[in-house]
């Protein structure tokens, strides 16, 4: 499975942006999708997943509230709308593919994409 990442870019605080990872090369709709994020110097840290089979969705408090995920399987895409955006949302995010339903746990993915920078401006 091949993911690839955009949406990224410079914002303002308060802003608004919408992440997209689209997956090819695999059965989209058997994986559990997820988006973590990696500040410099910081662990990569989960923060959002969305199921393969009920489409439950699963939030890092410090998104909760902030972001919401979603999956198109006709497109073979998952998205990450992020609403009030904050500094300390600067990071690189990242969108990976898992089989398991462990959704918070970042060495439960198998497959990764390459990272969307998202830098939030104060």
């Known amino acids: 499975v091949q993911l690839q990442a955009s949406g990224g870019g410079l914002v303002q605080a308060g802003d608004s942006l919408r992440l997209s990872c689209a997956a090819s090369g695999g059965t989209f709709s058997t994986y559990g999708m997820g988006w973590f994020r990696q500040a410099p110097e910081k662990e990569r840290e989960f923060v959002a997943a969305?199921?393969?089979?009920?489409?439950?969705?699963y939030y890092a408090d410090s998104v909760k509230g902030r972001s919401t995920i979603s999956r198109d399987n006709a497109k073979n895409t998952v998205y990450l709308q992020m609403i009030n955006l904050k500094p300390e949302d600067t990071a690189v995010y990242y969108c990976?593919?898992?089989?398991?339903?462990?959704?918070?746990?970042?060495?439960?993915?198998?497959?990764w994409g390459q990272g969307t920078q998202v830098t939030v401006s104060s």
């Open positions: 990976g593919a898992t089989r398991s339903r462990w959704y918070r746990i970042r060495s439960a993915y198998e497959y």
């Open positions: 969305i199921g393969w089979s009920d489409g439950r969705t």
